[in-house]
């Protein structure tokens, strides 16, 4: 409760500061709001319990689980922030309302895996995705920025209809919203649930897919992510969806009483299709920014494994989207250095990259790795925790088909550091990339490496 409370209070203040005209001191201000929150997190983490005691309606709920995604979508919304002051700079009167999105973004996050009541849970959904609306359609004279903000809003509401019907009709079968008061409920009638209480629970699901991009509900993101301000894409791409894949595992942890094997069936071929769909797909993009998009849909396939082992896979499931997001904001950090004031991000920008940035070249050629999944990267041990989960639960074709789809996006991971490399760039001149840029795709890069050579930073907390 705390921590939403701490978030909530940032936005405002980002808000306030702009009708006083401190726009200079706006991102510092946020940044340290946001590292404070980050501490108070932790240390409520590591104590066990909350500053503020618990919340007598049970609306919010501080669980090992919400805290440690907690710790992460902070991280992340640091990481992301500090980037726009560069980014916004020729839009700096508006940057208040840019970076107050994002913070209350990252507060529909936090509420999204920190909920006890289904309510909350909507209205974390809700705010998350009004904000995303907003900032994918944050370049107005940009036609496909205002396609991308249109489409996304339509699949969003699409989506959310069908969380809230899943609601509805989980709320007519038990008649609460409490989450508590729903798992006893529909654990005491594990064998005689009514039918519209699983019809809830696969149209909760299927919302939540939606937001995660799992294929077959994936053919807005490549469109959303390459129409959207690069920043604005580095954002949904982790933050946004490692939030929804958060809130999904905790969804169906707590109406677990609803999976059948049908059920279980369905995750099997729906987290292959994901894994090969985009892998296969990514394989063919000119642009860097939907390959991105691409690849994030077969790393949700990967996450969507976890799903299979609820009961103990809730440190690799936060284990996996770490490793990602920290790859992804590396990688996003360098594309809009190299993309900076170019109306397209073509693989063409990034042809004899080595020559012009090496620094550059070798985070996002560590950044692909990580996403391929080569050893001493956090992206290999990510993988090598999920295929665990896999075996011990006797699940060897997914093991097997995550295996090959690692091996065809290690193919298009390395064309990109192979263009970097071996052709020639169209002017040798040094580019110049802001120390913004380079001070968040060298922080997310060695926190990458940091999850990997330590992997019982998270593997070792009791979620």
Same mark, same amino acid.
């Given at each position: ?340 004031? *170019? ?11 080595? *020559? ?108």
């Amino acid at each position: 409760m705390s921590t939403l409370i701490a978030i909530s209070a940032l936005g405002i203040i980002c808000l306030i500061l702009e009708i006083f005209n401190l726009r200079k001191i706006l991102i510092p201000v946020t940044l340290v709001g946001l590292i404070a929150a980050l501490g108070l997190t932790a240390t409520e983490f590591y104590l066990g319990q909350s500053f503020l005691g618990a919340d007598k309606y049970n609306m919010v709920v501080s669980t090992g689980f919400s805290q440690g995604f907690s710790v992460l979508f902070i991280i992340l919304a640091v990481l992301i922030i500090a980037m726009s002051p560069k980014f916004y700079q020729e839009k700096i009167t508006k940057i208040a309302d840019y970076v107050a999105l994002k913070v209350f973004l990252l507060a529909g996050a936090v509420a999204m895996v920190s909920f006890g009541n289904f309510a909350m849970f909507f209205i974390g959904l809700e705010v998350l995705s009004i904000a995303g609306y907003v900032l994918a359609a944050s370049d107005p004279k940009n036609l496909r920025s205002n396609e991308a903000g249109m489409k996304y809003f339509i699949m969003g509401a699409f989506a959310s209809s069908f969380i809230l019907f899943g609601i509805a009709l989980v709320y007519g079968t038990v008649g609460s919203f409490d989450i508590a008061t729903v798992t006893i409920a529909s654990t005491a009638q594990a064998g005689s649930l009514p039918v519209w209480f699983s019809l809830g629970f696969v149209m909760i699901t299927v919302g939540m897919m939606f937001k995660a991009s799992i294929v077959p509900f994936h053919f807005w993101a490549p469109d959303v992510y390459e129409g959207s301000p690069t920043l604005v894409t580095a954002l949904m791409s982790t933050l946004v969806k490692v939030a929804a894949i958060g809130a999904l595992f905790k969804v169906v942890a707590i109406l677990a009483a609803a999976i059948t094997p049908a059920y279980q069936i369905g995750l099997i071929v729906l987290s292959i299709l994901t894994m090969t769909v985009g892998n296969v797909t990514a394989m063919r993009q000119k642009n860097i920014k939907r390959m991105m998009a691409y690849s994030g849909i077969s790393h949700a396939g990967f996450m969507m494994m976890t799903l299979l082992a609820l009961g103990t896979s809730a440190n690799t499931v936060l284990y996996y989207a770490a490793a990602y997001s920290f790859a992804g904001i590396a990688a996003f950090a360098v594309i809009m250095g190299v993309c900076r004031g *170019k109306d397209n991000e073509d693989m063409s920008n990034f042809f004899g990259l080595v *020559k012009r940035q090496p620094v550059m070249t070798a985070i996002l050629t560590c950044a692909l790795l990580s996403l391929s999944g080569i050893p001493i990267f956090a992206g290999f041990f990510a993988k090598f925790f999920v295929f665990g989960q896999m075996l011990q639960t006797d699940h060897l074709i997914l093991v097997i088909f995550g295996i090959i789809n690692s091996v065809i996006a290690v193919f298009y991971y390395l064309g990109v550091a192979n263009v970097m490399i071996t052709k020639e760039p169209e002017t040798t001149e040094r580019l110049h990339v802001p120390f913004e840029y380079k001070a968040v795709a060298v922080i997310a890069i060695c926190l990458n490496l940091l999850l990997g050579v330590f992997p019982s930073v998270i593997m070792g907390l009791s979620l």
